[in-house]
């Protein structure tokens, strides 16, 4: 009887302690996950807010690398073919225009106004809900429905080097895909 009494106690002590331990677990796993959905919605959020102000070097650090090229390239594209129609050389070359973007010179400045002309950050920051969508490894979905649409944007950001980047090119360039 003694025996059974020690064994049920062992029992239930030992139960208790793995409760504790798997307890533990999981609210560490869960801070974790919270604290990672948060630097999600901060990083997409600090974008849209550099918009706002216009902060362009702010915008360009923000965004993924897919975009950086792409935006690069079309800018590449464009000057190549007014060239061609003046019958006049390149001025431009793609690591110009890099690093025009990366110093926030003359053609990054007129790019992203050109580009907030037709896109108003305010409407995402101020007259719309936001909301987590999946999350799958290094890639997220961040829900904005504006008050006024039917559908909402599904914006992608991409972990690159420990950062969590706005897609703008993987969002907004839909004939890309």
Not at 12 to 19: E, G, I, Q, V
């Amino acid at each position: 009887m003694i025996f059974n009494q020690l064994k049920k106690t062992i029992l239930l002590f030992l139960f208790f302690y793995l409760a504790i331990i798997f307890s533990k677990t999981l609210l560490a796993q869960s801070i974790q996950q919270q604290t990672e959905l948060d630097n999600i919605l901060n990083s997409a959020e600090k974008i849209f807010k550099f918009m706002e102000i216009r902060d362009f070097r702010g915008i360009w650090e923000g965004i993924t690398e897919k975009s950086k090229k792409r935006i690069i390239e079309d800018i590449y594209k464009y000057a190549e073919k007014q060239s061609k129609k003046e019958k006049k050389a390149n001025p431009l070359n793609r690591e110009m225009i890099f690093e025009d973007f990366n110093n926030c010179g003359p053609l990054s400045r007129e790019y992203w106004n050109a580009f907030l002309e037709n896109f108003d950050p305010k409407t995402a920051l101020e007259q719309s809900a936001w909301k987590m969508g999946k999350i799958e490894g290094n890639y997220a979905e961040v829900i904005i429905h504006y008050k006024k649409s039917e559908r909402p944007a599904i914006v992608q950001m991409y972990k690159e080097k420990g950062v969590w980047k706005l897609g703008l090119v993987e969002t907004f360039w839909t004939w890309i895909k």
